[in-house]
């Protein structure tokens, strides 16, 4: 498994942006696909978006489409969430994740190394 810590969660106001970053470490970062899912209080931990091995392959969940942008860099093991236009209901905690396959998935099921969360609150 690879160790994961994300970074760059914060207390914004609604429509500000914020760049999370997770970095890898333990495994070879390439041969995962990267995930970031995100829990709000009392809720299921949600999909949010993935990239492949190589970088790339991106996927959204449709209540971030045009709005998150995950990217990744293998140099410095690290993947990146960046978030625009937030809204309220973007507050959570989110979590990156690692998955020992090329594309990953929207499910967590598929994923077997996870981060400790960061968290992001959206203030109107």
């Known amino acids: 498994q690879v160790q994961l810590v994300e970074s760059g969660g914060g207390l914004v ?19 995962y696909a990267m995930g970031w899912f995100r829990q709000a209080p009392g809720k299921e931990r949600e999909f949010v978006a993935r990239i492949s091995r190589s970088g790339g392959s991106t996927v959204y969940a449709d209540s971030v489409k045009g709005r998150f942008t995950i990217s990744r860099d293998n140099a410095k093991n690290t993947v990146y969430l960046q978030m625009n236009s937030l809204k309220l209901g973007d507050t959570a905690v989110y979590y990156c994740a690692a998955s020992p396959t090329v594309y990953g998935t929207n499910s967590v099921q598929a994923y077997n190394s996870w981060g400790q969360g960061t968290q992001v609150t959206v203030s109107s």
């Not at 106001?13 to 970062?29: H, K, N």
């Open 13 to 31: 106001q609604a429509g500000d942006s914020l760049r999370l970053s997770c970095a890898a470490s333990g495994r070879t970062f390439s041969n």
